[in-house]
């Protein structure tokens, strides 16, 4: 029996269907519409530049040390006698203060002792004082006899002449004279060893002098005395102990004048020292100097929750420059460093404490500034008149931690943009908006003083 075969249309029918739909479709399709690309402006913080007054200023970190270390070393020998009762490390003295006694008692012998030997002396110029007035006068005497004997020896040879003596009384008379002549001499020879003998006694009574006086200053070297109010920085002996000459006894710190020297780079240092002309450093008195470079300085101490403050004074250069940093030592100095101290509130200025150090030059008028952020390898970001962006490359005259003064390539009245444009595309659209806020801080960062 035949199989019937199905209907071919059954199965081209729907395919027919849905080809006559599709070109049905594709005969009314529209054209797509354009819309057309709006480009969307980059929002931006920006400030308007401007000129200002600005106060350079070079930021330093040191520690602090006593402008002045008073170091005892034992110029004499002997046991220590006395010892102050505070004299101990950390301990407060006044100026004057008896530290340590040395034993005197050898110096006092040998006060006396050259005191004798100068009265001994003494008394040998006033012997041969008399000794030379006495003979003057008897030269005198001499002097006279000696003539006497002359006119004798005269008479007598007119009497030999005549007949009247012998010659035996002539030489007689003769032996005289010479004797009487010697007798003179002898006086005068005397008088001749007087002024030698008299400088020999005075040479001596000089040396024997200097010994008293040397034995005078040994004996006030044996009371060690704080020559100013002082810290105590340590103690090397103890009652009793037995002390040589050049022996280290103590240290002590002076009270009155703290140091800090911090080390300030180059370039900022260049940013705050300004003078009217040529400095002569040799022969410039400092107050002149500190006049002429009109240097200020603040030191600040941030510890945890204790903050203080105290006002500076720039002091000297250091006489070295560090190769290796770029860096020169700058030393400050700070007055009454121990002055208006308060527990817990206000720590005094002591020895080694780390701080902060900020110099400050003369003030810069009608200078153009911008935050450091800003820059951006030498170049910053402008909004022109149209909204777009323009990159400008600058140069700079000083550079501050907060803010770079700029010396060209940016006028005032312009858009310096803030923001960190990533990318930053030279013409891209942007949205400025002013920050009052950076340009607050920027003014007050321009215009701080120490």
């Known amino acids: 029996m035949a199989i019937e075969t199905p209907n071919k249309w059954v199965i081209l029918l729907p395919i027919l269907a849905g080809l006559a739909a599709l070109a ?4 009314n399709q529209s054209e797509p519409l354009q819309a057309t690309a709006k480009e969307q402006p980059r929002l931006v913080r920006v400030m308007t530049a401007f ?12 520690s602090v040390r006593p402008a002045k270390v008073w170091e005892a070393v034992a110029q004499v020998k002997g046991k220590i006698l006395q010892k102050h009762p505070e004299l101990k490390k950390g301990a407060i003295l006044e100026a004057g203060s008896l530290l340590l006694q040395i034993d005197p008692a050898d110096y006092q012998l040998a006060i006396a002792q050259s005191e004798a030997d100068i009265a001994a002396t003494k008394a040998q110029l006033e012997e041969l004082n008399a000794r030379e007035a006495n003979t003057r006068k008897s030269l005198v005497i001499e002097e006279q006899a000696l003539t006497l004997s002359e006119k004798e020896l005269k008479r007598q040879k007119r009497l030999v002449h005549d007949g009247s003596i012998s010659r035996s009384k002539v030489e007689d008379q003769e032996r005289a004279l010479l004797m009487q002549q010697q007798a003179v001499q002898a006086q005068r020879n005397t008088l001749n060893l007087v002024p030698s003998q008299g400088a020999l006694l005075r040479a001596q009574l000089a040396r024997q002098a200097a010994q008293l006086s040397a034995a005078q200053r040994d004996l006030a070297n044996t009371e060690i005395r704080l020559p100013f109010a002082g810290r105590i ?6 009652q009793d102990q037995y ?3 050049g022996e280290d006894l103590m240290a002590a710190d002076d009270l009155q004048l703290a140091e800090i020297e911090v080390p300030i780079p180059i370039e900022q240092m260049r940013g705050v020292l300004h003078a009217d002309g040529p400095v002569d450093l040799l022969n410039t008195p400092s107050p002149a100097l500190h006049s002429r470079l009109g240097l200020a300085a603040r030191v600040d101490l941030k510890e945890g929750v204790v903050s203080a403050s105290w006002q ?3 002091a000297r250069m250091s006489d070295t420059l560090d190769p290796k ?3 020169v030592g700058v030393i400050i100095e700070v007055d009454a460093p121990y002055a208006g101290m ?6 005094p200025l002591v020895k080694g404490l780390f701080v902060e150090v900020t110099l400050q030059g003369k003030p810069l008028s009608n200078r153009l500034i911008v935050p450091r952020s800003a820059l951006h390898q030498g170049r910053i970001y402008i909004v022109n008149t149209d909204n777009r962006l323009v990159v400008s490359a600058v140069t700079l005259s000083l550079l501050q931690p907060g803010f770079a003064v700029i010396g060209s390539g940016l006028e005032p009245g312009e858009q310096v943009v803030l923001s960190d444009l990533v990318p930053a595309i030279e013409g891209m659209l942007l949205q400025p908006q002013e920050d009052q806020q950076a340009l607050a801080r920027l003014k007050q960062q321009a215009s701080a003083a120490p």
């Open 312 to 314: 500076g004074r720039f």
């Open 24 to 27: 049905l479709l594709k005969q």
């Open 243 to 245: 002390v040589r000459e």
């Open 325 to 327: 940093t770029r860096t």
């Open 51 to 62: 000129e200002t007054t600005v106060m350079p200023q070079a930021i330093g970190y040191g």
């Open 233 to 238: 920085a340590a103690v090397h002996v103890e």
């Open 342 to 347: 308060r527990p817990g509130e206000r720590p």
